[in-house]
């Protein structure tokens, strides 16, 4: 009973250890496209917010945000015979409340390494 109950246990801390990857990798990827886009404020922002630096870790030579739209729109496509519907008119005040419902605060990244963190324990801006 007690190692079924580790192996659970191990079993979810990988779970989630998977899922904070995700999101980091996720971060990574968007925070390079906007600095590709010149919004450097914005990056500073995304790195000041979750610990994820792009001086730390970046995207791979052969991945970017629009590279995985355009393979996702073509699996769709040949998958499903459209395109895929991406975005959303935005209506109204019961949209706007949706919106505040759907808000949350973007994940803080504390990784084994605190790889955002390059000078010891400060945010890096």
Known sequence: AMSRARVDAESRQ?????A?????NII??????????GYLGTVQQIQADTNVSLDKVDAADNID?????TEYEDF??????RKPKLVRKACGD???RR?????????RIDGAADE?????????R
């Open 14 to 18: 990988a779970e989630e250890r998977k």
């Open 20 to 24: 904070i990857e995700k999101r980091k």
């Open 28 to 37: 990574v990827l968007c925070a390079r496209f906007f600095q590709d886009l």
């Open 65 to 69: 945000l629009p590279t995985i739209l």
């Open 76 to 81: 769709y496509e040949m998958r499903f015979g």
């Open 94 to 96: 019961a949209e706007a």
């Open 99 to 107: 919106d505040l419902e759907r808000k949350v605060s973007l994940p």
């Open 116 to 124: 955002g963190r390059g000078d010891g324990g400060g945010k890096k």
